[in-house]
T-cell receptor, first 116, second 112 residues
Framework: AQTVTQSQPEMSVQEAETVTLSCTYD???????LFWYKQPPSRQMILVIR??????QNATENRFSVNFQKAAKSFSLKISDSQLGDAAMYFC?????????????FGKGITLSVRP | NAGVMQNPRHLVRRRGQEARLRCSPM?????VYWYRQLPEEGLKFMVY????????ESGMPKERFSAEFPKEGPSILRIQQVVRGDSAAYFC??????????FGSGTRLTVV
């Protein structure tokens, strides 16, 4: 079974600075997808960024980028130029290569606070 | 497109009552997933349904929980004889055939 581990329960960053959130996973599959979701106090699950395992290039979405190390099974999220609105819970998630027929496996999440 | 709609947003039930949570997937999405989020935890998979079929219910508790996705109407997650431990946020997600989850805003169930 796949597992996702987020070992840091909380992190804090100064506004406009850069922060990196860590995630490791375990799988025996070669084809899969990795995600970072943001959950603000509204509870809505918001997709931040997605990475396909077969792609060597790290995904980037504006201020958000990932460092995907497939051999090390590591998938960290870097937030540049942090903004107050980035404060939220962040969840790392794994989806098997079966596409819609696979279920997402989530880590326990990390609470990010942004200091003004 | 209104997105994935869940209702109610908040639900309070007394111990022993039944809870019904509804999920209307995005237009064109025929796959529905239910997840549960306990306090300070990530989301845990419960069940995956397509229209009129349960595809994977490996995350559903064996008793008191059931789910359906009828030909017409929303998907329903039903919890019978609720207990305090059922208090959680319940999320629904939908996807088209090719994958790509969209989550609803969740239903927070409180059992008193």
């Amino acid at each position: 079974a796949q597992t996702v581990t987020q070992s840091q329960p909380e992190m804090s960053v100064q506004e406009a600075e850069t922060v990196t959130l860590s995630c490791t996973y375990d799988t025996s599959e070669s084809d899969y997808y990795l995600f970072w979701y943001k959950q603000p106090p509204s509870r809505q699950m918001i997709l931040v960024i997605r990475q396909e395992a077969y792609k060597q290039q790290n995904a980037t979405e504006n201020r958000f980028s990932v460092n995907f190390q497939k051999a090390a099974k590591s998938f960290s999220l870097k937030i540049s130029d942090s903004q107050l609105g980035d404060a939220a819970m962040y969840f790392c998630a794994y989806l098997g290569g079966g596409g819609a027929n696979s279920k997402l496996t989530f880590g326990k999440g990390i609470t990010l606070s942004v200091r003004p | 497109n209104a997105g994935v709609m869940q209702n109610p947003r908040h639900l309070v039930r007394r111990r022993g009552q039944e809870a019904r949570l509804r999920c209307s997937p995005m237009k064109g999405h025929s796959h529905v997933y239910w997840y549960r989020q306990l306090p300070e935890e990530g989301l845990k998979f419960m069940v995956y349904l397509q229209k009129e079929n349960i595809i994977d219910e490996s995350g559903m508790p064996k008793e008191r929980f059931s789910a359906e996705f009828p030909k017409e109407g929303p998907s329903i997650l039903r919890i019978q004889q609720v207990v305090r431990g059922d208090s959680a946020a319940y999320f629904c997600a939908s996807s088209p055939l090719a994958g790509g989850y969209t989550f609803g805003s969740g239903t927070r169930l409180t059992v008193v």
